[in-house]
């Protein structure tokens, strides 16, 4: 059974309408997430909407990192939705059997806000490759709203204005 598989077994166990949502382009031979990080949607009338991304544990790093990077989940999130990278391993002590484990992951607004890095390359004139951050003083739902962020670069120390495109 595959991760995905695992986390759509183990959510509907635990009473959550759950659906696949990772798509399959047969042209280019790719899987396609939902907003480019979800692969499973889970809703429950407890506990709200959930976007799982699953994975091995020995992948959720890069699985984590990725959701980091995709500024359609700040939107997700926004929205109410919760999200979560599903590490799925084969664990037990050694001599006993091996059990499959659930390693969870959480990202909130929060976790996403700070996490939020960005590599821009601004204007004509002496362009900056340094790495730029968002600058968290500002109201971040204000800035996505109008598809402009606010970015400081940890280098040069100046603060730009950036239109910031979805992948």
Known sequence: MTPTGRSLALLREMGYE???????????KTRHDL???IDIVACHPDFGILGVQATTTSNAAAREKK?????????????????????????GAKGQRKLWTLSERKIDVGTLQAALEVRVMVGN????????????????????GSHCQIFYCTKCHETKRVIVEAK
């Open 18 to 28: 759950a659906e696949v949502v990772e798509r399959w382009n047969r042209f280019s």
């Open 35 to 37: 907003f480019g990080c």
């Open 67 to 91: 959701a980091l990077e995709e500024p359609r989940l700040l939107t997700w999130l926004q929205a109410g939705g919760r999200f979560s990278v599903h590490g799925w391993a084969k664990r």
């Open 125 to 144: 004139k002496g362009q900056c490759f340094h790495d730029w951050v968002l600058d968290s003083s500002l109201q971040l739902s204000k800035l996505i």
